[in-house]
């Protein structure tokens, strides 16, 4: 028989449990929120190439929508409930709050299932987590993106930023590499940013076809077309892990320092808050620390690239 | 901390009454293994009877009631064209008795991990605060080496914790609740009589312990070990189950996935514990593996173990219960990995291979 003296009454938590010293963009966890996603309306679908596609969200609730600010190089995980949820990485500007935008490639179970829904559908996003590009730490110096395929995405939302603030920064290259010309992603816009902004394009691919006039080659190939002041420059690399070993090596010869070359990691990630382990990188966490790193620590964290 | 002295039929009477009012769980035997020794886990109790209190370790440990192998972190419902959302991070209250000293740690070592982080887990802590822990000491197994992990004691995370001293159980009370509950029952202050046996009793504990590993600086030997051979050797032991991370107190790496009902009315976000041993760990989708060997794969869960993440403080998470060597069906256990590690003489793989003693 229970005795009632001895019942364990039933406790709830409460917000003020998780005091949490670090700093937690739109302050979700202090809402007890961190597993509750915006809701968020797809308001357009850009089919990019055969394999990727542009997807343009707007967060419903217009106080969540006020709310919700990011960085350029951060993530968030887009939840399409029923099948699961995803990193992506934003690949829009953080000026704009009216929408996001992720370029998105059809490779996994959710993003399959994601190619097949429409304009006007409902997805759900939880974030920006992860650390972002020091934007402001460019600021007065050249900068040189590099991206390989898909690498572009994450590498939208500093380029939005540079254009933005095209003044700050002196010289800007950005180079492009792609497996095929089909494969070349935002070609749309490459025109608008080399004659409005004025960055330096190079693209490359590693195969041309017949109506292909640019270069061939890997993306190494593209050093010998620029030159840059190394003291004065800073670089972002993102694309597969192959890429950055090279990349990132000849970087280092040319003299850029170590901690003026930022990567953006891609791992396998479950949770986006430090807790399922999945995406751990040497003894950190790919969505606390990174993505974005810079090649000091990636130098130092074991088996990073 | 309040210390109080009770009789063990006391004891015995106040485990029945919380027991037979709560929904409870203790240590039972429930199966013999191949060499005859009991196998016990942690089982609901109706009674103190069915208690095994003289029990040595659980097979699986009591991570299991803070994280479970498979829990519902959201759910949506579906109509038309919309969906929603819902959330609850609800726990019944449970009574978990008859923990050992190293489980605590584990859960206090889990507490650090997963409510004092970046993005702390609100599912772990309704289950956390909705339980009440009875603690009680044990002679280690030949195996255990907790004593080098220094988790052989502990002195938080529990409500209340018992030494077995003689005729009585010299008795750590932690919270108000247990303190209330055992108002109502026949305790006393410990006399200088019962210290002694305490201090006895803990020192019997501490000499019993048959197995060492030396630990001194290992997060950096893992560190500069990185590329050692060792890992390739255990490695190609490893059959990859996963076993090692369902066993161990503080693992806690999860995988999650969604599944619609099947009226396709509504689905599930469920979290499913994962090891990181199991081969599609780290797989991005396109099929990239960032540990494609099973020596890879080892080394990250030592790593994890004992080295610990930036994120956590470095802390290690390793209690040294030793569950995961005696539940590996490969004969992997920490102590000889450590020691390989070590370059401790008798297994280095290099020294031996070079030495020019052997050629």
């Not at chain 1, 449990?17 to 202090?30: C, G, I, M």
């Not at chain 1, 190394?230 to 003299?255: E, N, R």
């Not at chain 2, 609800?90 to 605590?104: K, S, W, Y």
């Not at chain 2, 992997?332 to 031996?352: A, G």
Request: net charge neutral; proline share 5%.
């Amino acid at each position: 028989m229970p005795d009632m003296r001895f019942v364990i009454p039933r406790q709830n938590i409460n917000r003020e449990e998780f005091a949490s010293s670090v700093p937690d963009f739109n302050r979700r966890s202090e809402m007890m929120n961190t597993d509750m996603g915006f809701k968020c309306r797809i308001t357009n679908i850009v089919r990019l190439t055969e394999q990727e596609k542009l997807f343009q969200l707007r967060i419903v609730n217009p106080q969540e929508r006020a709310l919700f600010r990011f960085k350029p190089g951060q993530f968030l995980m887009l939840e399409l409930p029923g099948y699961g949820d995803v990193p992506i990485s934003i690949s829009s500007s953080n000026s704009n709050h009216e929408f996001l935008e992720l370029c998105i490639r059809k490779v996994g179970h959710v993003t399959s299932a994601l190619f097949t829904i429409k304009e006007g559908a409902h997805v759900a996003i939880r974030g920006p987590f992860g650390s972002s590009f020091p934007m402001d730490e460019m600021a007065g110096h050249n900068v040189l993106l590099i991206a390989g395929g898909l690498g572009i995405a994450p590498l939208r939302a500093p380029l939005f930023w540079i254009n933005e603030h095209r003044d700050h920064f002196l010289e800007v290259n950005l180079l492009y590499g792609a497996k095929e010309p089909s494969q070349l992603l935002f070609t749309y816009q490459f025109e608008e940013w080399e004659m409005i902004n004025h960055i330096r394009l190079h693209t490359i691919v590693e195969h041309g076809d017949t109506s292909w006039r640019g270069k061939t080659g890997m993306i190494t190939d593209l050093f010998n077309d620029i030159s840059v002041d190394v003291k004065k420059s800073y670089a972002i690399v993102c694309g597969p892990p192959i890429m950055f070993k090279f990349v990132c090596g000849y970087l280092d010869k040319l003299g850029i320092p170590m901690n003026h070359m930022f990567v953006s990691l891609e791992r396998r990630m479950h949770c986006g808050m430090g807790k399922c382990c999945r995406c751990m990188v040497g003894s950190t966490f790919t969505c606390i620390k990174g993505p974005v790193f810079d090649y000091w620590s990636v130098m130092n964290l074991k088996e990073a690239i | 901390m309040i210390y109080k002295v009770i009789s063990k039929k006391e004891f015995r009477r106040f485990v029945d009454l919380l027991v037979k009012s709560n929904s409870s769980f203790g240590p039972q035997q429930v199966d013999m293994d191949s060499r005859g020794n009991p196998i016990y886990q942690f089982k609901q109790v109706q009674s103190v009877e069915e208690i095994a209190f003289d029990y040595t370790a659980t097979a699986s440990s009591a991570k299991h009631f803070f994280l479970p192998f498979r829990e519902e972190l959201s759910r949506f419902t579906f109509h038309e064209d919309e969906w929603e959302q819902k959330i609850s991070y609800e726990a019944e209250p449970v009574v978990l008795v008859g923990l050992r000293a190293c489980d605590i740690s584990a859960l206090n070592i889990l507490d650090d991990v997963l409510l004092n982080g970046h993005f702390p887990s609100p599912y772990y802590l309704a289950k956390r605060k909705n339980s009440v822990v009875v603690g009680m000491d044990h002679l280690p197994l030949p195996d255990c080496f907790c004593k080098s992990m220094s988790h052989h004691t502990v002195t938080t995370g529990f409500n209340l914790f018992c030494s077995d001293i003689g005729d009585n159980y010299y008795l750590s009370i932690n919270s108000s609740k247990a303190f209330s509950f055992l108002k109502e029952f026949e305790t006393r202050d410990p006399l200088n009589e019962d210290n002694c046996m305490l201090a006895e009793r803990r020192k019997l504990i501490q000499n019993s312990f048959q197995t060492e590993i030396d630990v001194t600086a290992l997060p950096s030997i893992l560190d500069i070990e990185f590329n050692s051979p060792v890992w390739e050797k255990w490695g190609d032991k490893c059959l990859n189950c996963g076993t090692c991370a369902m066993v161990c107190p503080s693992c806690y790496c999860y995988s999650v996935t969604e599944s619609f009902d099947t009226n396709l009315k509504g689905s599930t976000r469920e979290k499913k514990l994962y090891s990181c041993n199991l081969v599609d760990f780290a797989m991005v989708a396109g099929g990239h593996n960032f540990r494609p060997k099973n020596g890879d794969r080892l080394k990250y869960r030592y790593y994890h173990q004992h080295r610990g993440f930036a994120e956590n403080g470095n802390q290690q998470i390793c209690v040294g219960c030793n569950r995961c060597g005696r539940a590996c069906l490969a004969g992997i256990n920490p102590k000889d990995v450590i020691n390989d590690l070590r370059m401790e003489k008798e297994s280095c793989l290099t020294c031996v291979s070079s030495s020019p003693a052997r050629t």
